[in-house]
């Protein structure tokens, strides 16, 4: 089992950082030429392009943001109905009944996407605060949060995430793990 959840995890981090890069990219390059556009496209020299990236970046950074939230929602449906080390994750009909959801679609999911997220939330949280604490225990930082910021949030996002998978099948009945061969 430990196996499936890492190849489960492995399969989500790797989806979620593809899908968010490639949207705060794209959302970033639309922004910045825009801004080109609307300041009257002046020919592009070194000032320029290095004004554009300078723009780009900027738009990088709060779209990468904006886009995580996007890309941890849709996300979730692609945990299920694909096989993993034997075993895969279905999405039951009604918790009472043994019937799976096949296709599962984004409407499927809100119940089950809002259960997973708090338990994300409560998970880098305890994460954090462990962290911290170490921090404060093991380490010569004079203030407690000198080392934290957007990336070390992803990462406890990405570390919550793998906790995430093994506590949501307990926490929510209508998911459940199968063999492959039942499919």
């Known amino acids: 089992m430990r196996r499936f959840y890492l190849l489960l995890w492995l399969h989500w981090l790797v989806r979620v950082v593809l899908c968010t890069l490639l ?21 592009i020299d070194e ?10 970046y900027f ?4 779209s990468l943001n904006i886009a995580l939230l996007f890309v941890l929602f849709r996300s979730v449906k ?3 109905n694909r096989c993993h080390a034997g075993y895969v994750l279905r999405l039951k009909v009604c918790e009472a009944k043994e019937e799976f959801i096949d296709p ?3 409407g499927d999911l809100v119940k089950v996407w809002r259960k997973w ?18 921090t404060y225990i093991f ?13 070390i949030l992803y990462l406890f996002i990405a ?7 093994i506590f949501l099948i307990a926490r929510c009945k209508a998911i459940k793990v199968v063999k492959c061969s039942s499919l």
């Open 47 to 56: 000032a320029v392009s290095a004004a554009l990236f300078d723009i780009w």
């Open 23 to 43: 949207i705060a990219a794209v959302g970033s390059a639309l922004a910045t030429l825009f801004i080109y556009i609307k300041q009257g496209s002046q020919p």
């Open 117 to 134: 997220f708090m338990l994300l939330i409560w998970l880098v949280g305890a994460l954090m605060v462990l962290a911290v604490a170490f």
């Open 59 to 62: 738009w990088f950074v709060l």
């Open 104 to 106: 599962v679609g984004y």
């Open 159 to 165: 570390l919550g995430a793998y906790l995430s998978f």
């Open 139 to 151: 380490t010569s930082y004079t203030t407690l949060f000198a080392w934290f910021n957007i990336y």
């Open 78 to 80: 692609y945990l299920f």
